[in-house]
């Protein structure tokens, strides 16, 4: 196990409270980046999860551990990096957490971009789209996404159409 001053300290398996396994000691962030126009449905860059780290085979969020001394959104930028290949400008609409029930939690950074660009499969990933999240619906999703959209379906999060006045 890496200690506090090894770059990586922090990404390594854990098990919470309630016995819940998860990667990352001190919790994991990701970015949920949407691309938004007024009167069209949002869509969200997702990744395909490769085959040999968790929930594989399933759409994600680029996301992961958070560091030993590193912010949650600090996490989610350098994930975005190691998983999609690039980070473009962006404003964050929205910080939510999701909470196992045991301590552990992660970060989910809603933000929004002025384009699509195109991401590409790095390090974790076996491929990127954009989609919209009636497409999401027809997706393998992992876990995380599966509860996010879950919450926006029961009314919990208003997003479906984004009535932007920038």
Not at 51 to 59: I, L, M, Q, S
């Amino acid at each position: 196990m890496p200690s506090a001053g090894e770059p990586n300290a922090g990404e390594h398996w854990t098990i919470c409270a309630r016995g819940h396994v998860h990667w990352g000691a001190n919790g994991g962030a990701g970015l949920l980046l949407r691309y938004a126009r007024p009167g069209q449905d949002s869509r969200y860059l997702l990744a395909l999860r490769s085959r040999w780290v968790d929930e594989p085979a399933t759409w994600g969020i680029p996301g992961g551990a958070i560091r030993t001394g590193e912010s949650p959104e600090g996490a989610a930028q350098r994930e975005m990096r190691e998983e999609v290949g690039g980070l473009p400008s962006y404003r964050i609409t929205a910080d939510e957490v999701q909470e196992c029930g045991g301590g552990w939690r992660f970060h989910i950074f809603l933000a929004d971009v002025d384009e699509m660009f195109d991401a590409y499969s790095v390090l974790e990933t076996d491929a990127t789209g954009w989609f919209t999240t009636e497409e999401m619906r027809t997706l393998p999703l992992h876990s995380g996404v599966r509860q996010w959209l879950g919450e926006l379906d029961a009314g919990n999060r208003r997003d479906q159409r984004t009535q932007r006045s920038q």
